[in-house]
């Protein structure tokens, strides 16, 4: 820091706090009141009737302890972390093997795979969610109907909104349609930053392209890799939209539910809005958690 | 880089190149080039399938044999779309939201981005965990809670409540993107501004502000993007018809269209009038919203 730098910083030292005040604002209303209430609210009775001003008890960690005993929360909760990982896990290795192809390539396939990427990255997820539901549509879908080209293959009118097992599958199918270009294009920077020459050295050694990749590449882009992982941890947990729209051309049955859903049901249907909370607090607690690490990396650049 | 050494030192050194083995590597290139271009394909059919669906006439859309090939080229569709009134009240809606949240954020990231990267004052860290954590939160742990804080205030329905929402959720990530914007323009070129005779604010006006513009653009798209297609916030405190933004109108104009026989070319149509402003943008920014969120990965 120059010296003249901190001469104004002592003499003006309320600056920097005044400008912090409008974000510090907004945030502590949109974000910050929402949190509290929802904590407070977690430890009271807040059901149907509180909706119409009757005064809600504090229960302690009632609400807790009732979801923790139902074992439809638990079911819900398992079901979102396997879809989570699994999603996520499929989305980095697609991703990551889109990385090494546009890194294989010619400079013209690679430009017409990133131009593919970007346009699919671009959708708003409303917007794709109506074309994905078009596509897997039952009758006329064009998925059921290329399927059903393969012979020995009977997709006529095949319904994979029908039981959950194909429900999430077609889920998870857009979902991973839709984050693998981020992976891709982050990954694909990992890889633009190895030099030519490390490369070449290990080929001229006889390192074959699975040596390569494991000894190499992989130890150079595991940062990335492990950042893009996590978000997409992150990211997955929340698919409320997907999982909303697809509800409207399924069927709205619990067996369907993510988190996400689960609590817009606690709130809106059963207007129970004590337990909807508590449930909100797990989901805050286990991204806060998963983000940590994140976030340090991030801290890292801010002191560099 | 060590890794590299040590499989120098280990591997036997064998099998130089020759002259097949560079005409083999030269058809496997091709081969890979090929198998990008059928995934890129792969990728962008579903857009594609978009915009051909809703350029299709209906007649052709009711076939239980999808047309592929070409793109039709009626407009009945998005004529469709368009003569559903509640459109222009979402566009409306979504109009004016979203320049709202762009507007706010932009003001507030920017003075604050100012803060953190031109000074260093006690809480500063804090602050920038605080931030950093806040932009990860998920709306669905919070829209129970901010459902009950907009309805009791009466903002239910008005423009007001998800602009504040928004604004709340996206300047965290818009002031860690100008953050780098103000740190990367020296201080010292101020205060050479203000040696030669310009106050601070006028130095700072003259000589910071132009360079930080393509900053301020980028935070700007990407509010904007957040804004435009945000789908959970907007469904629970804008519950009245009359009042949806774009998203919402798009799925109740499919959930409409679902009691009939649904109409895709028109949901297509809709869908890609929701989809094309989104896209441009989109388009303009990436570049900086994928080495906002892993540049600390790729370069570290």
């Known amino acids: ?304 | 880089m060590t890794l590299a050494l040590k499989l120098k030192g280990s591997r036997q050194r064998s099998r130089d190149a020759s002259a097949g083995g560079a005409l083999r590597r030269r058809s496997k290139k091709g081969l890979l080039g090929l198998l990008a271009i059928v995934i890129a394909l792969l990728w962008v059919f579903p857009v594609y399938w978009m915009v051909n669906s809703a350029l299709l006439p209906n007649v052709v859309l009711q076939s239980f044999v999808p047309t592929f090939l070409p793109l039709g080229g009626s407009i009945d569709n998005f004529v469709g779309a368009l003569s559903d009134g509640s459109f222009y009240s979402a566009l409306g809606m979504s109009t004016a939201i979203t320049l709202s949240v762009v507007v706010l954020c932009i003001l507030f990231a920017f003075v604050a981005a100012v803060a953190i990267s031109r000074f260093r004052f006690r809480g500063r860290k804090a602050f920038i965990i605080a931030v950093l954590i806040v932009q990860m939160l998920p709306a669905e742990g919070l829209f129970i809670a901010q459902y009950k804080l907009v309805s009791s205030v009466g903002l239910l329905d008005s423009v007001i409540g998800p602009t504040v929402i928004y604004t709340a959720s996206v300047v965290p990530f818009t002031i860690w993107m100008l953050r780098g914007f103000v740190a990367g323009v020296p201080a010292d070129l101020e205060e050479a501004a203000m040696v030669d005779g310009l106050s601070r604010f006028g130095a700072f006006m003259r000589i910071t502000f132009p360079l930080l513009a393509p900053g301020l653009v980028a935070s700007g798209v990407y509010a904007f993007l957040q804004a435009w297609n945000e789908f959970t916030v907007a469904l629970v405190l804008l519950p009245s018809e009359a009042n949806q933004t774009l998203p919402l109108w798009l799925r109740g104009f499919v959930q409409a269209s679902a009691t009939r026989e649904t109409d895709w070319g028109q949901v297509m149509a809709a869908s890609t009038l929701v989809a094309v402003p989104v896209i441009v943008f989109f388009l303009i920014v990436q570049g900086r919203l994928t080495s906002g969120l892993v540049s600390g990965a790729v370069k570290g």
């Open chain 1, 1 to 304: 820091m120059s010296a003249p730098q901190l001469r104004i910083r002592r003499r003006i030292p309320r600056t920097p706090y005044l400008l912090l005040i409008p974000a510090v604002a907004i945030l502590l209303i949109g974000l910050g009141y929402p949190i509290v209430w929802q904590v407070i609210t977690s430890l009271q009775e807040y059901g149907l009737q509180q909706q119409f001003g009757k005064p809600a008890p504090f229960v302690g960690l009632q609400n807790y302890i009732d979801l923790a005993s139902t074992s439809q929360l638990w079911i819900v909760v398992g079901r979102s972390i396997l879809f989570c990982l699994v999603t996520a896990v499929a989305t980095l290795a697609v991703g990551t093997l889109l990385a090494l192809l546009m890194n294989a390539v010619t400079k013209g396939p690679r430009i017409v795979l990133q131009i593919a990427l970007l346009l699919a990255w671009s959708m708003p997820v409303v917007a794709a969610m109506t074309v994905w539901i078009w596509l897997f549509d039952r009758r006329r879908g064009a998925i059921n109907f290329l399927l059903d080209m393969i012979p020995g293959v009977d997709m006529n009118r095949f319904d994979w909104l029908e039981s959950p097992a194909t429900f999430f599958v077609v889920a998870s199918v857009i979902v991973i349609w839709m984050s693998v270009p981020f992976v891709a294009f982050s990954t694909y920077a990992g890889l633009t930053q190895i030099s030519d020459e490390v490369m070449e050295a290990a080929q001229l050694d006889g390192a074959n392209g699975w040596q390569r990749f494991w000894g190499i590449i992989l130890p150079m882009i595991r940062p990335v890799i492990g950042i893009v992982l996590l978000l997409q941890v992150i990211w997955d947990l929340r698919v409320f939209t997907q999982i909303t729209m697809l509800q409207d051309a399924g069927s709205k049955s619990s067996e369907f539910d993510l988190l996400g859903t689960y609590i817009y049901k606690l709130g809106t249907k059963s207007q129970d809005f004590g337990m909807a909370s508590s449930v909100s607090i797990l989901v805050l607690a286990i991204t806060i958690a998963l983000s940590w690490f994140y976030i340090r990396s991030l801290l890292k650049e801010d002191e560099s």
